[in-house]
């Protein structure tokens, strides 16, 4: 999995399309994207690797790093100001 950030809506969108191009040409014909429309996070699935682009006000509100950051497991070291894994605002 990669996680990336383009500076702006036109920038993530340039970058989705140089993805598609590119993955195109080493050979990949199942390339399925999602979210290229708004360009907030798009998802470029191509099968063994996926992409999430993000604009970075979007990647800061995900934060999908943390889903790999250990302290996200221990119960102590969240805050009450920090959503748990269990968290249903995060769910919806």
């Known amino acids: 999995m990669i ?3 383009g500076t702006s809506s036109r ?3 340039a970058m989705t399309e140089h993805l598609r191009r590119d993955l195109r040409g080493a050979g990949l ?7 290229d429309q708004h360009c ?3 998802l470029v ?4 690797i996926i992409v999430h682009l993000f604009r ?3 990647r800061d509100f ?3 790093e ?8 221990d119960p102590s070291t969240c805050s009450k100001n920090t959503p748990t894994s269990l968290d249903s605002s995060l769910t919806h």
Do not use: M
Not at 45 to 48: M, R, V
């Open 3 to 5: 996680i990336a950030s």
């Open 11 to 13: 920038h993530v969108s």
């Open 62 to 64: 995900y934060r999908l």
């Open 29 to 35: 014909k199942r390339i399925r994207v999602e979210g």
């Open 45 to 48: 699935d191509a099968g063994d």
């Open 56 to 58: 970075p006000e979007v």
């Open 66 to 73: 943390r889903l790999w950051d250990h302290t996200f497991d």
């Open 40 to 42: 907030d996070w798009v």
